[in-house]
């Protein structure tokens, strides 16, 4: 099953729970202790396609860049 079957990112509730992550990591660095890089690099990738389809470039680049440093 895919992310997208698993989470259908349509919906306000996701967006909204999307923004908040993105706060999260973008003013905090805020992570849970036991995810690892991966766990980050899938995160990161949710949330760059999410802010791909709802054509949100800028919050794409700042995602990417932080992705560059893991």
Same mark, same amino acid.
């Not at 899938?42 to 680049?61: G, N, P, S, V, W």
């Given at each position: 099953?895919?992310?997208?079957?698993?989470?259908?990112?349509?919906? =306000?509730?996701?967006? *909204?729970?999307?923004? $908040?992550?993105? %706060? @999260?990591?973008?003013?905090?660095?805020?992570?849970?202790? =036991?995810?690892?890089? *991966?766990?980050?690099? $899938?995160?990161? %990738? @949710?949330?760059?396609?999410?802010?791909?389809?709802?054509?949100?470039?800028?919050?794409?680049?700042?995602?990417?860049?932080?992705?560059?440093?893991?």
């Amino acid at each position: 099953m895919s992310h997208e079957e698993k989470i259908p990112l349509s919906s =306000s509730y996701t967006d *909204a729970t999307i923004e $908040e992550v993105y %706060d @999260l990591i973008t003013n905090t660095d805020l992570w849970p202790m =036991s995810w690892d890089n *991966a766990k980050k690099v $899938e995160m990161f %990738d @949710l949330m760059i396609e999410h802010y791909q389809r709802t054509e949100q470039y800028e919050k794409c680049a700042e995602l990417q860049r932080r992705l560059e440093q893991i």
